[in-house]
């Protein structure tokens, strides 16, 4: 949590309630191993279709460059 409120620049239970706020919101807990893998999935394909597209944009929650980690030289 103290990563996350850093991250931010929020205090700590401001990021504990909105993480709260979103399990509330999707209806699954964000502490769940699968639950967080299936998000990262979702913001990985998202950034995969958006790139496709040539609409790739710097602010997309997950940071990943995919085609750097698996580029053969």
């Known amino acids: 949590m103290n990563e996350i409120s850093s991250r931010l620049y929020i205090h700590r239970n401001?990021?504990?309630?909105?993480?709260?706020?979103?399990?509330?919101?999707?209806?699954?807990?964000?502490?769940?191993?699968?639950?967080l893998l299936l998000l990262n999935l979702v913001f990985l394909f998202s950034r995969l279709l958006e790139a496709e597209e040539g609409e790739v944009s710097g602010n997309?929650?997950?940071?990943?460059?995919?085609?750097s980690r698996y580029r053969t030289s």
């Open 14 to 35: 401001t990021a504990a309630y909105r993480l709260d706020k979103l399990e509330r919101i999707m209806g699954i807990p964000l502490k769940d191993p699968e639950n």
């Open 60 to 67: 997309c929650l997950l940071t990943l460059d995919y085609r």
